[in-house]
């Protein structure tokens, strides 16, 4: 099973961010974006889902998989290899960085407050929290 989840990580905005705070995607009734699927997610949820939980949930809840077919389905989705959530919009576009707990959970945190700027200088200070940043939007 390909491994997504990150543990003591903070998922820091992409450099090419032109976010200067968290912002929540833009949602169509009939067919929200993954953006605003995970944003949902995660945002509704703190420390509640892994990465894979959330890559695995949003891909169910878009292609229609019914609860009892996930378990099966999830294991054939991680077969292959999937991005991680660094390569999610709500890192590279809407300001939102992620925090993995020392157990995989997951919570959004908003670039330019307090709290985002904690986890920054807590990685200069702790080795536990390692700090990678959302993958670009654009090629340098």
């Not at 703190?46 to 878009?62: E, L, N, Q």
Request: hydrophobic content about 40%; aromatic content about 8%; glycine content about 8%.
């Amino acid at each position: 099973m390909s491994n997504v989840d990150y543990v003591n990580t903070f998922i820091s905005v992409a450099e090419d961010c032109l976010a200067d705070r968290g912002i929540e995607p833009s949602v169509k009734p009939d067919n929200p974006s993954i953006a605003a699927r995970q944003f949902a997610m995660i945002g509704a949820h703190p420390y509640a889902f892994t990465s894979a939980d959330v890559i695995f949930g949003v891909h169910a809840d878009r292609s229609g998989i019914a609860d009892v077919d996930r378990p099966h389905a999830r294991e054939e989705f991680f077969a292959q290899g999937r991005a991680c959530l660094r390569a999610s919009d709500l890192g590279k576009r809407y300001g939102w960085g992620i925090h993995c707990d020392g157990e995989g959970r997951i919570a959004l945190v908003g670039v330019g407050t307090p709290e985002y700027a904690a986890f920054l200088e807590r990685s200069k200070v702790d080795n536990a929290l390692t700090v990678v940043k959302a993958m670009r939007s654009r090629r340098a």
